[in-house]
């Protein structure tokens, strides 16, 4: 509304005009202050934006193909890392780009399943599968950001195609 008025002021009175355009900046400055502050309290924690992210991308990938998609969890999610969510989303996001290509698959299921020493990210689809799996460009970096934090990956096509992704606990129990 002031910016409105100082408007209508500019060509009459351009000295109220800019007055109130640096009045509402003011005002302005501080809204967007105080919208950052309570941003910044509302952020979710890192587990909940990694378990989100990985849905959205399964809703988006069955929006955009004829392929439904489920996702299942298992065990304490909590537990799961930033790093580990970044591996399991990049991994997904591959393994969906395979499917959608490779597969004709009329579904795939993403299960999670945090055990006690690995969290596990199982993506199958029940498409044609593989007898013999030939590792592109993308398996080999599901394989490569796996490796590099720590885990492993167990390719299978004999039922449609997985790809199990095998990430080491953060906290997992020492020794035994």
């Not at 008025?5 to 351009?14: E, F, G, I, K």
């Not at 109130?20 to 941003?39: A, F, K, P, Q, Y």
């Amino acid at each position: 509304v002031q910016l409105e008025a100082a408007q209508a002021l500019l060509s009459n009175d351009s000295d109220r005009a800019r007055e109130m355009v640096e009045r509402s900046v003011e005002v302005l400055r501080e809204g967007m202050d105080s919208i950052r502050l309570t941003l910044r309290g509302m952020k979710p924690v890192p587990e909940e934006l990694g378990i989100q992210r990985v849905r959205a991308l399964l809703n988006r990938f069955s929006a955009t193909s004829s392929i439904a998609s489920r996702l299942t969890e298992q065990g304490e999610t909590g537990v799961v890392t930033a790093v580990q969510w970044a591996v399991i989303l990049d991994n997904t996001r591959e393994a969906l780009t395979n499917v959608a290509k490779h597969s004709a698959a009329s579904s795939v299921r993403l299960s999670i399943e945090v055990l006690a020493r690995l969290v596990k990210a199982e993506i199958r689809d029940d498409g044609r599968g593989a007898l013999s799996i030939t590792k592109g460009i993308g398996i080999r970096g599901i394989e490569e950001r796996t490796r590099e934090a720590g885990g492993t990956v167990i390719l299978d096509g004999t039922q449609g195609f997985s790809i199990i992704t095998l990430l080491p606990r953060a906290e997992a129990p020492h020794g035994n």
